[in-house]
């Protein structure tokens, strides 16, 4: 054979990267995983020193980062940023929070911080994103942060499974619009990974207990776990994945 095929480069020099809630967490993992795949990063989050101290280390090492103070679910606020910092190459939509509990408690007001984080601010940020990914006209690639729960069910959890499945939703119908300018969107789907957002869950023995029984491959998930999925979903070597969701459960989902 005189010609072999040539695999696709996971690097992501010349690409710019917006992350949101990037100051720690999956979102951090995330900055951090494509500052160092070569993109030059703006993290966005509400925590300025968290922010800063985080680009800090980044820059020290070498690589490109620009924190951003940002408010998710102010929609003129993110468009302002998007325009000002953009256009990007690639957005990981990574905001998120949650509070759960039992359906028979949740309130309108534990309803609508949810929704209007996971949801309602994700769909703004991904379309201030997309104006300019279609202005410049180089494609991109976007990836909405899910969840296993975006799939199946959880205890204690109605209102996040339901803004997970609507992320679910959202990620199909957008990539079929988005496809023609050669923007790809997806979801990364973590199982349970320990970060702030998960040490209320992570302080329940039982909870922990019943977690460790349903990820087959035995271990809870760490930050790492997620970095190395987010620059492949990134990169080149995605280049023919769209409307679809990467899984990183360590195997909850299959059965």
């Known amino acids: 054979m ?9 690097r992501l020099e010349g690409r710019r990267a917006l992350v949101t809630g990037a100051s720690r967490g999956i979102g951090m993992g995330a900055g951090v995983a494509l500052a160092q795949a070569g993109a030059s990063v703006v993290l966005a989050a509400r925590s300025a020193d968290e922010l800063e101290s985080l680009c800090t280390t980044l820059r020290e090492q070498g690589l ?12 003129e606020a993110v468009r302002a940023a998007v325009a000002a910092h953009g256009p990007f190459d690639i957005l990981v939509n990574n905001a998120g929070v949650n509070r759960p509990g039992p359906m028979t408690d949740v309130t309108p007001d534990d309803f609508d911080f949810i929704m209007d984080i996971n949801v309602r601010a994700a769909y703004f940020v991904a379309q201030a994103a997309l104006h300019g990914m279609i202005e410049a006209g180089r494609g991109g690639s976007i990836i909405n942060t899910s969840s296993q729960m975006g799939l199946v069910g959880g205890v204690d959890r ?14 199909r119908a957008l990539a079929i619009e988005a496809a023609p300018h050669r923007v790809r969107v997806n979801t990364i789907c973590p199982t349970f990974v320990r970060t702030p957002l998960t040490a209320p869950t992570f302080a329940d023995p039982e909870r922990v207990r019943w977690i460790e029984e349903k990820i087959k491959l035995g271990r809870v998930a760490e930050i790492e776990d997620m970095m190395g999925p987010v620059v492949f979903l990134a990169s080149e070597a995605a280049a023919m994945i769209t409307g679809t969701s990467l899984v990183v459960d360590g195997g909850w989902t299959a059965g």
């Open 2 to 10: 005189s010609e072999l095929p040539v695999t696709p480069s996971f």
């Open 158 to 171: 109605t209102v996040y499974c339901a803004s997970k499945w609507g992320i679910e939703g959202l990620t």
């Open 64 to 75: 490109e980062a620009t924190p951003l103070v940002l408010d998710v679910s102010d929609v």
